[in-house]
């Protein structure tokens, strides 16, 4: 099959959507993550997590997904990535204490792009246990799909903090899904360059990033087309640098041919795509131009080759086109006639009416995982306690739309 054929049918894939199998969704969200907040002017704004998860649920998608709330990643969770002395500062910092460690949130870069917030530790946990627990779920076969758009911190490096990103939940989860497979994808369609996970795996050959981002005079200023990997993993690297306002079609031209060759020479055993909203048109701090179904377009290939898939989020500062983007991705059946989560309704996403708690067909808690960092339980195991819908109400997780005004 050649690069056109590819094209047209959507990579090497079994039917999947409406003409063939399901793909079983399991959903990570934790009710606390809206509510943490960068501070005043901060452009990144967890709350926009909660938009989505209330999306989600007026459109009804809930309840054909495996709704979990994550365990929070502990220290020795993330000591397999971060060094013992960041995890501990980022454990210990408050704002109340901070002008007393000023030698320590310069050595890892915790200020002003990366500020000091309260429950800061405990949104990095929020975030980094989604990731990895999609990754088990997927190792153990539980599930074909997993979606943690509270992750995607694809700048954060081993030790230090950077770009909004405090603790990288992406290298986390891939060290996750090489337990089970010889070798991970990571696609990463954030206008920024996916620069910290590329760092974590530049000299392996298991684990093959690919990362298309806007390139010159523009944050973090790396991803050169002529950066390719070393050693081991030299060729393993993949750069694609992008000019100010690519559009749909543009995008496409590029993103298809380049994920459908990579599919077939690699040929991993797992995916993992950063769904960073921040190069859809009319972002805050974006220069794309593309539409939510351009955006939504690279989900749906990367999903056509039926490989497990790891969905999470990253950038997107116009938080309303975030929400939308993101609940839209999140929806299985994009080609359906009745267009639910259509990306160009007017519905305002923070209007008054409340959906039933009974649109929810079981939301299922993470049980603590004996050892996540070396996790060997039975896939019984790793199914997590189920709670049905009539108990949604003592969970704390709360789909009121008059929740969702902008920070």
């Known amino acids: 099959?050649?690069?056109?054929?590819?094209?047209?049918?959507?990579?090497?894939?079994?039917?999947?959507?409406?003409?063939?199998?399901?793909?079983?969704?399991?959903?990570?969200?934790?009710?606390?993550?809206?509510?943490?907040?960068?501070?005043?002017?901060?452009?990144?704004?967890?709350?926009?997590?909660?938009?989505?998860?209330?999306?989600?649920?007026?459109?009804?998608?809930?309840?054909?997904?495996?709704?979990?709330?994550?365990?929070?990643?502990?220290?020795?969770?993330?000591?397999?990535?971060?060094?013992?002395?960041?995890?501990?500062?980022?454990?210990?910092?408050?704002?109340?204490?901070?002008?007393?460690?000023?030698?320590?949130?310069?050595?890892?870069?915790?200020?002003?792009?990366?500020?000091?917030?309260?429950?800061?530790?405990?949104?990095?946990?929020?975030?980094?246990?989604?990731?990895?627990?999609?990754?088990?779920?997927?190792?153990?076969?539980?599930?074909d799909i997993a979606v943690n758009w509270a992750g995607g911190l694809h700048h954060a490096k081993k030790y230090e903090a950077s770009g909004f990103c405090?603790?990288?939940?992406?290298?986390?989860?891939?060290?996750?899904?090489?337990?089970?497979?010889?070798?991970?994808?990571?696609?990463?369609?954030?206008i920024h360059h996916g620069d910290g996970v590329e760092e974590a795996f530049y000299t392996t050959d298991r684990v093959m990033t690919v990362s298309f981002h806007k390139f010159g005079d523009y944050f973090p200023g790396t991803g050169d087309i002529r950066d390719i990997g070393y050693g081991k993993g030299k060729y393993y690297a993949l750069n694609v640098p992008l000019d100010d306002g690519i559009d749909d079609e543009s995008y496409q031209y590029l993103f298809k041919p380049i994920l459908g060759k990579v599919m077939e020479v690699f040929r991993p055993g797992a995916v993992v795509l950063q769904c960073g909203a921040d190069s859809l048109s009319g972002d805050r701090l974006g220069c794309f131009n593309l539409s939510v179904k351009g955006h939504a377009e690279c989900v749906k290939f990367m999903r056509s080759f039926n490989v497990p898939l790891l969905l999470l989020g990253g950038g997107g500062y116009t938080i309303r086109n975030v929400a939308r983007c993101w609940c839209y991705e999140a929806d299985e059946d994009q080609d359906d006639p009745d267009e639910r989560c259509d990306p160009d309704s007017d519905m305002e996403v923070d209007d008054e009416r409340k959906p039933l708690l009974n649109s929810i067909k079981r939301e299922t808690v993470e049980p603590e995982p004996k050892d996540l960092e070396g996790y060997k339980g039975s896939a019984e195991n790793a199914r997590g306690f189920d709670t049905h819908a009539d108990e949604t109400a003592n969970t704390g997780i709360g789909y009121e739309f008059d929740a969702m005004k902008q920070v």
């Open 1 to 143: 099959m050649n690069i056109g054929q590819m094209m047209d049918s959507g990579g090497y894939s079994l039917p999947s959507g409406a003409d063939g199998v399901k793909r079983k969704v399991c959903y990570f969200y934790d009710p606390e993550v809206g509510n943490y907040y960068y501070g005043q002017g901060h452009p990144m704004k967890p709350h926009r997590i909660r938009m989505t998860h209330a999306l989600l649920a007026h459109y009804g998608l809930l309840q054909r997904m495996q709704v979990l709330k994550p365990f929070p990643a502990r220290d020795r969770d993330l000591c397999r990535f971060h060094a013992d002395d960041y995890v501990s500062f980022l454990r210990s910092i408050t704002p109340e204490t901070q002008q007393d460690h000023l030698r320590q949130l310069k050595r890892f870069n915790v200020g002003e792009d990366c500020p000091v917030f309260d429950g800061l530790y405990s949104f990095c946990q929020i975030s980094a246990g989604g990731s990895v627990g999609g990754a088990v779920k997927l190792n153990h076969g539980l599930c």
């Open 166 to 190: 405090y603790v990288n939940d992406i290298v986390l989860a891939i060290l996750e899904l090489l337990k089970q497979h010889e070798r991970v994808l990571y696609v990463d369609i954030d």
